[in-house]
């Protein structure tokens, strides 16, 4: 079984900074994508940011310029650097790959990790 396990979160005052990381566990794999998603009570789950294989990177605009997302495929895992951090940047924060199988994808979700920043 694939496991994806997320780590870094915690309590920062604004303007600080988390390092985020997702990590696959299990049998030999290469991960396709992954995606960084947040949610709070009430709202929607949200993307955040995008890697791909090739290392191609989209990021929401409410990120952009604060958040950076890096991967190293060696490792199976990817990076979610986050500074200058907003109260509103509070959230459970998740990743969701897909890893390659035979011919095609198969998507996961970790558990996620608790990100609180104090104003």
């Known amino acids: 079984q694939v496991e994806l396990v997320e780590s870094g979160g915690g309590l920062v005052q604004a303007g600080g900074s988390l390092r985020l990381s997702c990590a696959a566990s299990?049998?030999?794999?290469?991960?396709?994508?992954i995606g960084w998603y947040r949610q709070v009570p009430g709202k929607e789950r949200e993307l955040v940011a995008t890697?791909?294989?090739?290392?191609?990177?989209n990021y929401a605009d409410s990120v952009k310029g604060r958040f950076t997302i890096s991967g190293d495929n060696d490792k199976n895992r990817v990076t979610l650097q986050m500074n200058s951090l907003k109260s509103e940047d509070t959230a459970v924060y998740y990743c969701n790959a897909f890893i390659w199988v035979g011919g095609g994808t198969v998507g996961y979700w970790g558990q996620g990790t608790q990100v609180t920043v104090s104003s």
């Open positions: 299990g049998s030999t794999f290469r991960i396709n994508y």
């Open positions: 890697i791909n294989s090739g290392g191609s990177t």
